[in-house]
């Protein structure tokens, strides 16, 4: 029999593939989780931009009803809570 045969190598073998496996596999879906986290950051940061602007656009709106239904001195007072200037 061979004396140089190391039977411990052998038994270790698998654990050294599924070590080299989880690392390359590691690596591959971290450059990948970059690539989709930023498009759905870009995506869903899109859709909260669109939906502020809705609420904006439905404030401004209703500002307006308001300042054109309304006493002039509470109009004043309006202006000055709202910080802006609203066209007549």
Known sequence: MDEDFDLESLASIEQKFYDTGYADGFAHGHIHGLI??????????????????FYEGYARMWGEIYMKQSRSDECVRMETISGSTIHR
């Open 36 to 53: 989709e986290g930023r498009s759905l950051g870009r995506t869903k940061g899109f859709e909260m931009w669109e939906e502020l602007g």
